[in-house]
């Protein structure tokens, strides 16, 4: 018996159908598999010397929603925004260099608001090798800053001591803020008692050089004191605001030469230990009210010179490595002449 007008009909609308959606299955699965390749790629190309193998919800994609970011800071932060407007749609430039970084000389942060500080940071480390980063000046490190306090001095701090001009002239911390890539800088262990004679700007503890290699994934930060500091005060103490900004937060030094630690086995050469810096107010500048600073000097990060030149080696890890043999995720190497 032939198939009647209506069953042509039907199998013709099938035929359609089924031709519709093979054409549709061919035209997006394709595109699909593409997104996923691209999506892999953009991973890949992200990738620095170090790997990243925080449980943090690390964002390296072009568009990047900043409010997963303000979720996923530092143990200690409040979650509250610095109120700086940031532009997330910049491109990932390539910035990996082997050669000499430019150095920032050091501001005057008194009047200036947390907001202003904040966003010329952001500055600072967009034109440092860590550009690629999608970077929020961290709450746990910066969250304290107080806008009606003033700055220590670097003149005050290193040569004059307390009293009227204490916040006078460039201040001490920004040598920090204004160097991101000084993952770990120096400082001396408090503000200087009494005057000192022949004080110099090199005494301020503002690297002379600072390198980067590629090959070796290490930075070296190279100081230079005057023969008067070298008489003066040879006792130092480690500060790591800027690794722990940027997330560096655990240390150890593999290796040092004319360098004692004051703790003999509670020290950064012996442990692993976490920066701890943040700033915040405190009284030590000798201003009714206190001032923004630096804190906490720990002691396990507290040496003195011997000889010079001196040398640490620190490898540096974002998380917390099973053994002090992990391979670093950066290398910093120290140097006082």
């Given at each position: 018996m032939n198939p009647g007008p209506e069953n042509n009909f039907k199998k013709f609308i099938i035929s359609i159908l089924l031709i519709f959606f093979v054409i549709i299955v061919i035209i997006i699965k394709p595109i699909d598999l593409e997104k996923i390749k691209?999506?892999?790629a953009l991973k890949l190309s992200a990738q620095k010397p170090w790997v990243e193998t925080s449980n943090e919800q690390y964002i390296d994609d072009v568009d990047v929603d900043m409010s997963i970011l303000k979720e996923n800071l530092e143990e200690n932060n409040t979650n509250q925004s610095f109120g700086i407007e940031f532009n997330t749609k910049e491109p990932l430039d390539e910035f990996w260099v082997t050669g000499s970084i430019p150095l920032i000389p050091m501001s005057d942060l008194n009047g200036k608001s947390r907001i202003e500080i904040?966003?010329?940071?952001?500055?600072?480390v967009e034109n440092t090798i860590f550009k690629n980063r999608r970077y929020v000046p961290s709450e746990g490190v910066f969250g304290l800053m107080d806008n009606t306090k003033p700055w220590i001095g670097i003149e005050s701090f290193t040569c004059y001591g307390n009293g009227a001009k204490t916040?006078?002239?460039?201040?001490?911390?920004?040598?920090?803020?204004?160097?991101?890539?000084?993952?770990?800088?120096?400082?001396?262990?408090?503000?200087?008692?009494?005057?000192?004679?022949?004080?110099?700007p090199a005494d301020y503890l503002l690297p002379v050089k600072i390198n980067y290699s590629k090959d070796n994934n290490m930075i070296k930060v190279v100081f230079e004191l005057s023969q008067?500091?070298?008489?003066?005060?040879?006792?130092?103490?480690?500060?790591?605001?800027?690794a722990r900004d940027l997330k560096f937060r655990y240390a150890y030094a593999d290796s040092t030469s004319n360098v004692?630690?004051?703790?003999?086995e509670f020290n950064i050469s012996n442990n692993i230990y976490e920066f701890k810096d943040f700033i915040t107010v405190d009284n030590s500048c000798g201003i009714k009210g206190g001032c923004n600073n630096i804190n906490p000097v720990q002691n396990e990060l507290k040496f003195s010179i011997n000889n010079y030149p001196a040398k640490i080696h620190i490898k540096l890890w974002k998380t917390y490595p099973k053994n002090k043999n992990i391979k670093a995720d950066i290398n910093y190497m120290i140097v006082l002449k």
């Open positions: 691209e999506a892999d904040l966003t010329q940071r952001k500055l600072y916040t006078y002239g460039l201040s001490k911390d920004s040598r920090f803020l204004n160097n991101p890539v000084m993952l770990v800088g120096l400082d001396r262990e408090g503000i200087v008692e009494q005057p000192k004679k022949n004080c110099s008067n500091s070298k008489n003066m005060n040879n006792k130092f103490t480690l500060n790591g605001i800027n004692i630690f004051n703790n003999n």
